[in-house]
Nanobody, 122 residues
Framework: QVQPVESGGGLVQAGGSLRLSCASS????????VGWFRQAPGKERVFVGG????????SFEDSVKGRFTISRDDGEKTVYLQMTRLKPGDTAVFYC???????????????WGPGAPVTVSS
């Protein structure tokens, strides 16, 4: 069973950076795509971006293009979401999810982490 767990969230000032990690505490998700989603207060969960099992990244949500990148280290069973030039509008709970194939549709992912809150202060 793949059991993703996010870490690295927290409070950061606008313009700062954070790196979220998504580690599998169970089986490796080397053969799965991993998607990153976020849910801001009072809003629906949205797809941020993802990476395929063979490390091909997706297009990112327009609001994060050029600021967020995704990478994976299958030896460490971890996928990373590097976030730079953070804005208050990025405040949300961030989730990683494993599944196949890579898709922006959350319902198609079988494994979800509990989420990591990110707060960006102005």
């Amino acid at each position: 069973q793949v059991q993703p767990v996010e870490s690295g969230g927290g409070l950061v000032q606008a313009g700062g950076s954070l790196r979220l990690s998504c580690a599998s505490s169970g089986r490796t998700f080397s053969y799965y795509a991993v998607g990153w989603f976020r849910q801001a207060p009072g809003k629906e969960r949205v797809f941020v971006g993802g990476i395929s099992w063979d490390s091909r990244p997706t297009s990112f949500e327009d609001s994060v293009k050029g600021r967020f990148t995704i990478s994976r280290d299958d030896g460490e069973k971890t996928v990373y979401l590097q976030m730079t030039r953070l804005k208050p509008g990025d405040t949300a709970v961030f989730y990683c999810a494993g599944g196949c194939p890579l898709t922006p549709e959350g319902k198609k992912y079988g494994f979800w982490g509990p989420g990591a809150p990110v707060t960006v202060s102005s």
